[in-house]
């Protein structure tokens, strides 16, 4: 197998584990409202509404943010072909071990009719 073609089946993958393929929202748009989802998962945690969550998982997904917001990267962004493989691969990592947490969010939001306009305030 070519290495082009092993990116792309990589790529693939990651995708894959990202999104719902099922689902009438972009790709984009699940993973917007999932990192939107957590920023305000970490908002109400640290407002003190929200404690359902392990201190470690809290941690870990605010290293991730962290990770793909700053530009230093274990493989530079300009590569073209693999610059992005690192973030897309983390970001493959991070939806898939924190959907259970997400889910569980969600569900405490929802219970209590979460007004999402407070998203700008801690």
């Known amino acids: 197998m070519t290495k082009p073609l092993k ?6 993958s990651a995708y894959g584990k990202l999104v719902d393929t099922d689902s009438k929202q972009s790709g984009f748009d699940q993973l917007k409202e999932f990192m939107f ?12 509404d929200y404690r359902q969550v392990a201190n470690k998982s809290l941690l870990i997904g605010v290293a991730v943010l962290l990770y793909l917001v700053t530009p230093l990267d274990i493989i530079p962004d ?12 983390l970001m493959a990592w991070f939806v898939d071990a924190f959907q259970k947490e997400i889910t569980r969010f969600k569900e405490w939001e929802a219970d209590r009719n979460f007004d999402h306009s407070r998203i700008g305030t801690f």
């Open 37 to 48: 989802t957590f920023i305000r998962l970490i908002k109400a945690y640290f407002r003190g």
């Open 78 to 89: 300009f590569i073209p072909g693999i610059g992005l493989l690192d973030d897309i691969s």
């Open 7 to 12: 990116l792309g089946v990589l790529l693939t």
